[in-house]
């Protein structure tokens, strides 16, 4: 009942930024916490920020100064500016959502991924 479509991926070298995005769609949703996640194929798929309705943000402290969640609610979008990457941030980032649907809790929703790779 939600959709997730992220953009921005793409393939930069290290110091340089790119922005991510993920608007959710879906009849009568309203979203609450949205973030970003990553994964690769030698760790588990790991918490990369987060922010609430209220504008509460959570980094993970790997990206703590570099990245910066912010979202739109009107357009239950949320964006992840990456700036200062390093080849470490290479992954695919995942953007979750919980939304709510005439006051239903959905769940958990899952982008497709977009992949992001920091050259040296």
């Known amino acids: 009942q939600v959709q997730l479509v992220e953009s921005g991926g793409g393939l930069v070298q290290a110091g340089g930024s790119l922005r991510l995005s993920c608007a959710a769609s879906?009849?009568?949703?309203?979203?609450?916490?949205m973030g970003w996640y990553r994964q690769t194929p030698a760790k588990q798929r790991e918490l990369v920020a987060a922010?609430?309705?209220?504008?509460?943000?959570n980094y993970a402290d790997s990206v703590k100064g570099r990245f910066t969640i912010s979202r739109d609610n009107a357009k239950n979008t949320v964006y992840l500016q990456m700036n200062g990457l390093k080849p470490e941030d290479t992954a695919v980032y995942y953007c979750?959502?919980?939304?709510?649907?005439?006051?239903?809790?959905?769940?958990?929703?899952w982008g497709q991924g977009t992949q992001v790779t920091v050259s040296t």
């Open positions: 879906g009849f009568f949703i309203t979203c609450n916490a």
């Open positions: 922010v609430t309705s209220g504008d509460n943000t």
């Open positions: 979750n959502a919980e939304c709510t649907k005439f006051g239903r809790n959905l769940g958990p929703s």
